[in-house]
């Protein structure tokens, strides 16, 4: 059985069992072969989770009152799958990653989607659930007092998770040959933090 991946790590989202569990594997490795080296990483996924968790009462507030509304849930597989970098972060904050049913169609339900909302806590979320806001949320929340506040905090959470994954990258990349390529921030980001 081939469980040595034979790449780093990209942005790519796990959605069969497979890549999964090899991306689990290799991040294992890493993170139990340099521990002392991963500090830093480790801090900026803590700083990312309490950014995350800073605002989710906007979120929450915004989603209780638009989501009970429409007619087409975004709570759907196509968003809970998690990405390579999402599995970094919660690696390093010393999670295990949760459970997956995989083979779902995109168009399902989340398997996360309970009647009230989502079973986990935002900041343990697949990003492509935590940093989706549909059409109808942004225009509500756009015409919050908080909102600008709200941005702010989720551009300098964007940010931060660039500088974690990079950051990561320089001590992965002398495991295997292919590292990570971050192209989600420009250089304003760097001066965020």
Known sequence: MHTKPDYSLQNDTCRDQLTYNQVIHFLDTIFSGHRDELTRVKNLAQ?????????????QQATGIVCPQCKDVCCISKHGYYTCEDLMYLTALGLEPPHM???????????????????????????????????????????????????????????????MVEEFEKISAAKSPKPIHSELCSNECHSAT
């Open 47 to 59: 700083k990312i989770r309490q950014g995350i968790e800073k605002i989710n009462p906007f979120i």
């Open 101 to 163: 049913i995989f083979g779902r169609n995109d168009t399902d339900p989340c398997q996360y989607l309970l009647e009230r909302g989502c079973s986990m806590e935002r900041w343990l979320r697949p990003s492509g659930c935590t940093w989706y806001f549909c059409e109808s949320l942004l225009d509500y929340m756009e015409t919050q007092p908080a909102y600008r506040d709200f941005d702010d905090s989720l551009q300098d959470i964007a940010c931060l998770w660039i500088e």
